[in-house]
């Protein structure tokens, strides 16, 4: 019966993670985050033990709950490009700064850390597909503070990597656009404030214009929640310790869409929903630069397929969703909230 630390426990994946270990395993979770809006549901359930606190503050209720539970997620993160452009500092101190302590709790105790990478350590690399042993982690200048986030996990992949030399059970997985219901608030009017499918959905909920930054040309490979969930399950488990010591791409590689592709698939599914015909009637493509978008600190990968060799090997596990069935996972999800999330309109 694992007792499982997850930090930033009513996040994207917090949430969707500890619904499932509570659903399908004898497991407990032991979560800390600000807020419960994505976890009401499962605050009374016997194996949830949650606490409202901020990692940068309840230090020693992490380091205490790092001692007593056998695996660490420590999931807080910002992962918002606007942030990385207009506030790189907050990045830093929180991605890197505040996480580094619970790295080092987890091996002063000798636990599983379980780390959440990205995608965005490979930055700019020139690959088809990145390998996670072997691909080259290409960022831009430094006036381009949009590779701040990506610097900041590399380093922590390397201390973590360095930890490991020295004994610690770690696994570093990296989501490679990770979607599905609760990835953001579709309840926020602002571009730029939440990550590009929660970003167009709301538009198309409000009816409002979808912007294309540079053409929309740029490639990435969606991933459904539930087939990360699944891998992460397995991570967790660690089988014969297969995990320990890895590094996982976790995505689907047959679902790299470009985003003005991802714009127009998602404004075809609307009108086969009652709730969102209205809106996408409304909606028009419009382009801007990442400039005008976000800002001259930008800058942007035109591809990014995971190679996941590894991770179907080592872990038995593919993902299986297309990019059809992710998306009207989504549509589904948020039907009920139309009403509220149209009162947004300026």
């Known amino acids: 019966m694992k007792k499982v630390l997850i930090l930033g426990v009513n996040g994207f994946i917090g949430h969707h993670l500890s619904k499932r270990i509570l659903e399908t395993t004898d497991w407990h979770v032991y979560g800390m985050d600000m807020s419960t809006d994505r976890i009401s549901d499962l605050l009374t359930h016997p194996r949830m033990h949650f606490f409202e606190g901020d990692i940068?503050?309840?230090?020693?209720?992490?380091?205490?709950?790092?001692?007593?539970?056998?695996?660490?997620?420590?999931?807080?993160?910002?992962?918002?490009?606007?942030?990385?452009?207009?506030?790189?500092?907050?990045?830093?101190?929180?991605?890197?700064?505040?996480?580094?302590?619970?790295?080092?709790?987890?091996?002063?105790?000798?636990?599983?850390?379980?780390?959440?990478?990205?995608?965005?350590?490979?930055?700019?690399?020139?690959?088809?597909?990145?390998?996670?042993?072997?691909?080259?982690?290409?960022?831009?200048?430094?006036?381009?503070?949009?590779?701040?986030?990506?610097?900041?996990?590399?380093?922590?992949?390397?201390?973590?990597?360095?930890?490991?030399?020295?004994?610690?059970?770690?696994?570093?997985?990296?989501?490679?656009?990770?979607?599905?219901?609760?990835?953001?608030?579709?309840?926020?009017?602002?571009?730029?404030?939440?990550?590009?499918?929660?970003?167009?959905?709301?538009?198309?909920?409000?009816?409002?214009?979808?912007?294309?930054?540079?053409?929309?040309?740029?490639?990435?490979?969606?991933?459904?929640?539930?087939?990360?969930?699944?891998a992460l399950m397995k991570i967790i488990e660690n089988k014969n310790g297969a995990a320990t010591g890895k590094i996982y791409n976790i995505g689907n590689p047959v679902n790299n869409y470009s985003i003005r592709e991802l714009a127009n698939m998602m404004l075809e599914l609307a009108p086969k929903y009652p709730e969102y015909a209205e809106g996408a009637a409304k909606v028009k493509i419009v382009e801007t630069t990442s400039g005008a978008y976000y800002g001259s600190g930008y800058q942007d990968v035109q591809n990014r397929v995971p190679k996941i060799t590894n991770t179907c090997e080592e872990l038995n596990w593919k993902p299986t969703t297309t990019m059809a069935d992710a998306l009207k996972k989504i549509f589904d999800a948020y039907r009920s909230q139309v009403a509220e999330a149209q009162k947004l309109v300026d």
């Open 56 to 230: 940068t503050i309840n230090k020693e209720w992490v380091e205490y709950h790092v001692k007593k539970c056998d695996v660490i997620l420590p999931l807080v993160a910002i992962a918002t490009p606007s942030t990385y452009v207009k506030a790189p500092l907050r990045v830093f101190e929180l991605d890197f700064e505040a996480n580094l302590p619970i790295v080092r709790s987890a091996a002063k105790y000798g636990k599983h850390l379980v780390f959440p990478s990205t995608s965005e350590v490979y930055g700019m690399c020139h690959d088809e597909e990145f390998d996670p042993e072997n691909s080259e982690l290409i960022c831009g200048p430094i006036n381009k503070p949009r590779w701040i986030y990506s610097n900041a996990k590399q380093l922590m992949d390397r201390v973590i990597w360095g930890y490991g030399m020295e004994g610690l059970n770690f696994t570093l997985f990296r989501p490679f656009n990770w979607i599905g219901a609760g990835l953001d608030s579709i309840h926020t009017p602002k571009e730029g404030s939440s990550r590009v499918v929660t970003q167009f959905f709301g538009h198309i909920v409000r009816g409002e214009n979808i912007s294309l930054v540079d053409g929309g040309h740029q490639k990435r490979a969606f991933t459904d929640i539930d087939d990360g969930i699944d």
